[in-house]
């Protein structure tokens, strides 16, 4: 089957690819291949009652199908070039924002009308934060919710389904590249001209095969947007293809889950502040992330390691009585280390291995040096959302790390008076891994013409707003729009 754009996986960056490049041209054949189920499919095992924990199922249905791992997301669109990704290194500061709005308005249109976008410029808050030691990041945030994140996907499947050819349950297992005109015989890149292609041929296994009768699809441009959860296998595409990658950085830390109240002056009026501490111990910065006010922690299983993560609902009968967010420690790793992922899954396996998933500890008790028991958790104020083992986290996390974490809660007290309370709940352990970084030029493209790589699989975004936007950029470069 020839295509003329081939598209792997169906996140975000995918889906909006899609979107862009059907808007453009309605006659464009496009094909999309994603591993995980279509939309309505997706279903985590777990149940809290007979499954209570993960059983490893062979694509995750948090993390991969239509939507991506930002399918059951909290849908906090981030619009600012402050975080979320360094999509403005490569496609400029004014693009970048202009193409996050972009993306806002087409999420409106598809379901989201009527959500609040917050705003965290020029707050008194932020004014607070400057004089206490804290930083407050400028963002735009429109929060969808999960519940409306969901609806949005819905319409948009919906929409494309007759104009784009999906295959779910297909995993493309390897990148073929056809005519090219000379060999890449190294990662380096050269003063020479990129490497001319007829096109590229994608191998894949699942139902494709039954849909296709043949187990590769051919096409002119092929747009790669794997995300996390592809994160290994693009590895091994850029080890067969000679691409060049930068090694990354991880983030460890926990999820804190308070009651709403203390963190309510901040999330009434921001939604989600992300605030960037120095310690006074170490130098480290520490940083707030993913805030979900009256929201939920929920588990999270990354190539069969289970981390904490958290969620919010803009239904007012799924509020929880809590808040959470994460706190976060960026590690930089120089020579000779360089599997930056691989020292953050050992720390998650670790308290997998102690925990059999995740772990609660009050802040009281760890700060006390003892472990935190069913009998301390049932006697807390604060009721934890998510039924994780009551134990230690000073046995799993490094000491730097656990230091300037706690030291971040005593200095968010002082903006927020009772987030260092004894009952505060810290689960662990929270790992935000990076992609390693695909060397791409200005248009996301590779050394080879018309390959291009996006999304959070590039390396370059590590968001909804930025994976969207960087589908949306190639799209319209394709189509000679940009
Ligand atoms: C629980 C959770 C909550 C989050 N909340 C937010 C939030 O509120 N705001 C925010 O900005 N970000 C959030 N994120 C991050 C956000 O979801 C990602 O940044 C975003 O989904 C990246 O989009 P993407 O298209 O690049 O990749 P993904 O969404 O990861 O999609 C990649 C797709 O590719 C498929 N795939 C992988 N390998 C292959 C292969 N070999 N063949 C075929 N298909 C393949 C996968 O199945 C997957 O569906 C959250 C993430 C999680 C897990």
């Not at 496009?30 to 499919?41: C, W």
């Not at 059951?72 to 979320?84: M, V």
């Not at 996050?100 to 999420?107: E, F, G, P």
């Not at 930083?135 to 948009?156: C, F, P, Q, W």
């Amino acid at each position: 089957m020839k295509y003329d754009v081939l598209i792997i996986g169906a996140g975000p960056g995918g889906i909006f690819s899609a979107y862009q490049l059907v808007k453009n041209n309605k006659e464009l054949k496009v094909a999309v291949f994603d591993s995980g189920h279509s939309l309505e499919k997706r279903k985590c095992p777990i149940d809290g009652d007979k499954i209570k924990s993960c059983i490893h199922c062979e694509t995750c249905s948090i993390m991969q199908g239509f939507g991506g791992a930002g399918a059951f997301s909290d849908g906090k669109y981030n619009i600012t070039n402050d975080f979320g990704g360094t999509l403005y290194e490569h496609i400029g500061r004014n693009k970048a924002l202009e193409l996050m709005n972009y993306v806002d308005k087409i999420n409106l249109s598809h379901g989201g009308e009527g959500t609040k976008l917050y705003s965290t410029s020029g707050t008194a808050f932020k004014k607070k934060c400057m004089q206490n030691k804290l930083h407050l990041l400028d963002a735009s945030v429109r929060h969808l919710g999960t519940d409306k994140n969901y609806v949005v996907l819905e319409n948009l499947y919906a929409e494309l389904k007759d104009s784009v050819d999906f295959f779910f349950d297909t995993k493309v297992e390897k990148i073929e590249v056809l005519g090219a005109e000379r060999e890449k015989t190294s990662p380096e890149i050269t003063e020479e001209e990129k490497i001319n292609t007829t096109g590229y041929r994608v191998f894949f296994s699942g139902s494709a095969e039954k849909t296709l009768g043949e187990t590769f699809a051919d096409g002119e441009k092929c747009i790669i947007s794997v995300g996390r959860s592809g994160s290994k296998w693009m590895e091994s595409v850029c080890g067969d293809l000679k691409l060049q990658t930068l090694s990354n950085r991880v983030d460890i830390g926990v999820r804190v889950e308070l009651p709403a109240a203390i963190f309510d002056d901040i999330t009434d009026e921001l939604y989600e502040g992300k605030i960037v501490y120095r310690t006074n111990l170490y130098e480290d910065k520490v940083r707030t992330f993913c805030m979900n006010p009256h929201g939920i922690v929920v588990s999270e299983n990354t190539n069969g390691i289970v981390t904490v993560n958290g969620h919010s609902f803009e239904d007012e009968n799924k509020k929880t009585e809590n808040t959470n967010f994460a706190l976060l420690v960026a590690k930089h790793f120089t020579a000779p280390f360089k599997d930056s992922n691989g020292y953050g899954e050992s720390i998650a396996r670790l308290s997998n291995m102690l925990g059999g998933g995740v772990i609660v500890q009050r802040l009281g008790d760890l700060e006390r040096g003892r472990r935190t028991n069913q009998k301390r958790i049932d006697e807390s104020f604060v009721r934890p959302t998510l039924k994780a083992t009551p134990g230690d986290l000073s046995l799993v996390l490094p000491k730097r790390i656990l230091d300037s974490i706690i030291e971040m809660l005593h200095a968010l007290d002082t903006v927020a008076p009772g987030t260092a309370n004894e009952d505060t709940l810290i689960y662990g352990v929270e790992v935000k891994f990076y992609n390693m970084e695909v060397v791409l030029d200005e248009n996301l493209e590779t050394d080879y013409k018309n390959l291009f790589c996006i999304g959070d699989g590039s390396g370059v975004t590590h968001s909804l707003s930025h994976a969207s936007a960087s589908g949306v950029y190639v799209a319209d470069l394709i189509s000679g729009k940009s």
